[in-house]
Nanobody
């Protein structure tokens, strides 16, 4: 079965950094594109970043571009989200999603999800 486990969240001051991890198991990791999403209470879930399987194509939401970096280590079945220059508006639960195919489609609303990890950025 497909399993995704997010970790690395925590409390950080504005301007600080955190690295999130999405550990995958139960499927051929290198065949899946991965997306990072976030959701704050009462708000709609939004896409943050995504990465392709073999082409190493990445995309970022305008709100995080230049501050966040997505990467993957297929040998470790893990996708990372390096978050720098964090802002209070980055506060949310962060989720990863695995979607079979080379490129990630943020509008497909498909694939498997993890339980999420909380990121809280204080002013």
């Amino acid at each position: 079965e497909v399993q995704l486990v997010e970790s690395g969240g925590g409390l950080v001051q504005a301007g600080g950094s955190l690295t999130l991890s999405c550990a995958a198991s139960g499927f051929t990791f290198e065949d899946y594109a991965i997306g990072w999403f976030r959701q704050a209470p009462g708000k709609e879930r939004e896409g943050v970043s995504c990465i392709s399987t073999s082409d190493v194509t990445t995309n970022y939401a305008a709100s995080v571009k230049g501050r966040f970096t997505i990467s993957r280590d297929n040998a470790k079945n893990t996708v990372y989200l390096q978050m720098n220059s964090l802002k209070p508006e980055d506060t949310a639960v962060y989720y990863c999603n695995a979607q079979e195919g080379n490129d990630y489609n943020p509008f497909a609303d498909s694939g498997s999800w993890g339980q999420g990890t909380q990121v809280t950025v204080s002013s």
